[in-house]
Nanobody
Framework: QVQVVESGGGLVQPGGSLRLSCSVS????????VAWHRQAPGKQRELVAA???????NYEYFARGRFTISRDNTKRTVDLQMNSLQHDDTAVYFC???????????WGQGTQVTVSS
């Protein structure tokens, strides 16, 4: 059974930091790309950052310079370090594990990030 579990969300003040973690089990983690997405109230889900099986990273414009995505194939985790958080970063953050080659994708349930003073 595939499990994708996000953790690390919470309430943080503007300018603060959070580190999200995505833990994956039930699949051959090394062959999957992983991405973080987010969905704010009343808005569509959007890509935040992604990392390939080979470690190549990609960031949306709002995450560039503030967020860092990393993966640990031994621990089967992908982390998202978020710095300089702003009100607009408030959203539910989702982890997506996917492989275009084999046509599979799995989502976690999400973790809430709230940036508020």
């Amino acid at each position: 059974q595939v499990q994708v579990v996000e953790s690390g969300g919470g309430l943080v003040q503007p300018g603060g930091s959070l580190r999200l973690s995505c833990s994956v089990s039930g699949v051959a983690f090394r062959i999957y790309d992983v991405a973080w997405h987010r969905q704010a109230p009343g808005k569509q889900r959007e890509l935040v950052a992604a990392i390939t099986t080979g470690g190549t990273t990609n960031y949306e414009y709002f995450a560039r310079g503030r967020f860092t995505i990393s993966r640990d194939n031994t621990k089967r985790t992908v982390d998202l370090q978020m710095n300089s958080l702003q009100h607009d970063d408030t959203a539910v953050y989702f982890c997506k594990v996917h492989s275009a080659r084999i046509g599979k994708a799995y989502w976690g349930q999400g973790t809430q990030v709230t940036v508020s003073s």
